[in-house]
């Protein structure tokens, strides 16, 4: 991605024919990665929402502009409510304003929380696209996506907070061997995954997260390659649901560079 913190206006959910009132942030402010965004939403349709049909109850973990999720449900025939949960003031103002414009809230409700605070609902699934750039502190261009030293900290915190099932991204720059065996230690079967390569963008290129990749992959903690990292959508899945465990398929992409 090669916009500079212009101020730009956010990758568009369909607005049903009415004019687009959401105000426009710069990347700074809002979280905007529009080849990142389109991936997750084709997960939740795939990994979630079409399997999950009937489900009544799925919360988030971050919902950005909302417009994921939006996506995703304009596309699948999913039935029940996500309870959504965004902690920047910006952010859940435009999902807000894009669920309305969307007619879609009754199906779709963004609280300005942090996710760990909130009085969130029991689940039948969590879905999140984590803050995975790991740096030495939050002192980075966009601090709320800090994901700790090694970038896997949020993440690997959401598979210790016993949700049958959860549907995480996982970065192969953000250790993700750790992740996956810390699904497992707490009783997750990876049940499904998708996979997309991304090229380093404006947040992961910012110097500062750059170098502590780099000491990540010294450590075998961080696999890439000069011109892209993988992302996965994974579909964790507590092991009692029966579902079949391909956590080794899982580990052989993602170190795969
Ligand atoms: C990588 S972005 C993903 C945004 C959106 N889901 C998407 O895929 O376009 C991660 C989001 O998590 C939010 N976030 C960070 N910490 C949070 C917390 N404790 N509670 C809720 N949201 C949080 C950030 O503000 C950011 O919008």
Request: with cysteine; charged share 20%.
């Amino acid at each position: 991605m090669t916009l500079t913190g212009s101020r730009v206006r956010r990758s568009h959910v369909p607005s049903q024919g009415l004019p687009d009132v959401t105000p426009a942030y710069s990347q700074q402010e809002v979280f905007f990665c529009p080849e990142e965004s389109h991936f997750y939403s084709h997960c939740l349709e795939r990994l979630v929402f079409n399997r999950y049909r009937d489900s009544n109850s799925i919360i988030e973990f971050g919902s950005g502009d909302g417009s994921p999720v939006i996506n995703a449900l304009i596309r699948s025939q999913f039935n029940g409510t996500i309870q959504g949960y965004e902690l920047n003031p910006s952010a859940s103002q435009v999902a807000r304003s894009r669920v309305s414009q969307c007619e879609l809230d009754q199906k779709y409700v963004v609280h300005n929380r942090s996710f760990f605070d909130a009085d969130v609902p029991n689940a039948d699934c969590l879905i999140a696209n984590p803050p995975y750039l790991p740096a030495p502190d939050n002192d980075i261009c966009m601090p709320l996506l800090h994901g700790g030293d090694d970038g896997a900290t949020i993440t690997n915190k959401l598979l210790t907070l016993d949700c049958p099932n959860v549907m995480v991204l996982i970065s192969s720059y953000s250790n993700p061997v750790e992740t996956i065996e810390q699904g497992l230690d707490h009783g997750y079967a990876v049940a499904d995954f998708m996979v997309t390569p991304l090229q380093f963008g404006y947040y992961s290129s910012e110097p500062k997260v750059r170098n502590c990749i780099s000491k990540l992959r010294q450590n075998q903690q961080a696999f890439y390659s000069q011109n892209i990292y993988f992302l996965a959508g994974v579909l964790f899945t507590k092991q009692e649901l029966g579902a079949i465990d391909i956590s080794n398929e899982l580990i052989k992409v993602m170190t795969a560079l």
